[in-house]
Each structure stands twice: as structure tokens, then as C-alpha cells.
């Protein structure tokens, strides 16, 4: 049974910083395209950012870029999103996804091109 599993939410000043985790298992996902997207009360869900299998390449929305990170570990099936310089606008559900066909990027942000996500962690950030 393939699963993804976000930790790290919590609640944070604006400002500040927060490190999510996503532990995948069932299969490994070190072929596959990674991404991070986030859905904010009364909003759909939008790309955050993702991250090619061997982690040299990524890709980031317009409003996170240069205050989010995304890394990955293969060894340990897990991928991470740093945030930083948190804003109340950052305020959301985030959600881990795997790609599920190795070695593409193409379209990489858009959610209906991943097949696997996991249940999400709420980030609150507070002004």
C-alpha cells in the first residue's frame, strides 16, 4: 500500500520559519517527480513547488519562490519543504505528492499529474 505522509505543520508567527516533511512508503519514489502543493480555506489547490528524482532540479510558484525550499532524501523515501519568511497568506492545508511516472516534469504543476498524495498538514501562520 503506497502512502504519503506530511508532518511539520503547526502554527507560527508571520515571519518565521516551518520544515514539512512527506515519508513516503510502498514503493519507492526516487524516479519520480515530487511536488508540494497547498490548498488556503475557500481557495482550490495550488502548486507549490516540486522537485525532479535526483533532486538538482526544482520548480517553485511565483509566490513562495526565494522563501520556500524543497529538498529531497532518496535514501530515506522522503521529501521536505522548508519555509521561511512565513506570510498569513501562506495559510493552508499542504499536501505531498508523487509523481507515479519516472522521470518527467512535464506539467509538473499541475496536481491532476500526480497520483499519489497524502493527507495533508495544516500550516497557520499569524500576523
Known amino acids: 500500500q503506497v502512502q504519503l505522509v506530511e508532518s511539520g505543520g503547526g502554527l507560527v508567527q508571520a515571519g518565521g520559519s516551518l520544515k514539512l516533511s512527506c515519508a513516503a512508503s510502498g514503493r519507492s519514489f526516487s524516479n519520480d517527480v515530487m511536488g508540494w502543493f497547498r490548498r488556503a480555506p475557500g481557495k482550490e489547490r495550488e502548486f507549490v513547488a516540486a522537485i525532479a528524482w535526483l533532486g538538482r532540479t526544482a520548480f517553485y510558484a511565483d509566490s513562495v519562490k526565494g522563501r520556500f525550499t524543497i529538498s529531497r532524501d532518496n535514501a530515506r523515501n522522503t521529501v521536505y519543504l522548508q519555509m521561511d519568511s512565513l506570510k498569513p497568506e501562506d495559510t493552508a492545508v499542504y499536501y505531498c505528492?508523487?509523481?507515479?511516472?519516472?522521470?518527467?516534469?512535464?506539467?509538473?504543476?499541475?496536481?491532476?499529474?500526480?497520483?499519489?498524495w497524502g493527507q495533508g498538514t495544516q500550516v497557520f501562520v499569524s500576523s
Open positions: 505528492a508523487g509523481r507515479g511516472r519516472q522521470h518527467d516534469t512535464t506539467y509538473y504543476e499541475r496536481a491532476d499529474m500526480y497520483s499519489d
